[in-house]
């Protein structure tokens, strides 16, 4: 079992910064991917980002490439999602997943989910 806890969520201004965090403890995770999902009420959830445990693997949404950026700090047992330049349409309630094996950018595909951390940027 994986569990995964995320934070650094908020209400910023179109143009601001914010990282978000994803805590990860549980069993042996060593060979997982780890992913980052957004949802709005309008929309399915969508991709954004994912890594893979060893740091290899990294692939962004079209949206959010350049802006966004995925890391994991293995010590910390932490993944991360560095959001610069914030745009009102990246508000959403962000997720953090995580799976066995490779990476993904389809969210059924991930067997681990946090509860989410509410991200709003304001005009």
């Known amino acids: 079992q994986v569990q995964l806890v995320e934070s650094g969520g908020g209400l910023v201004q179109a143009g601001d910064s914010l990282r978000l965090s994803c805590a990860v403890s549980g069993r042996t995770f060593s060979s997982y991917a780890m992913g980052w999902f957004r949802q709005t009420p309008e929309k399915a959830r969508e991709f954004v980002a994912h890594?893979?445990?060893?740091?290899?693997?990294?692939y962004y949404a079209d949206s959010v490439k350049g802006r966004f950026t995925i890391s994991r700090d293995i010590a910390k047992k932490t993944v991360y999602l560095q959001m610069n330049t914030l745009k009102p349409e990246d508000t959403a309630v962000y997720y953090c997943?995580?799976?066995?094996?490779?990476?993904?950018?389809?969210?059924?595909?991930?067997?681990?989910w946090g509860q989410g951390t509410q991200v709003t940027v304001s005009s």
């Open positions: 890594i893979r445990w060893s740091g290899i693997n990294v």
């Open positions: 997943a995580a799976r066995p094996g490779h990476t993904s950018v389809v969210s059924d595909e991930y067997d681990y």
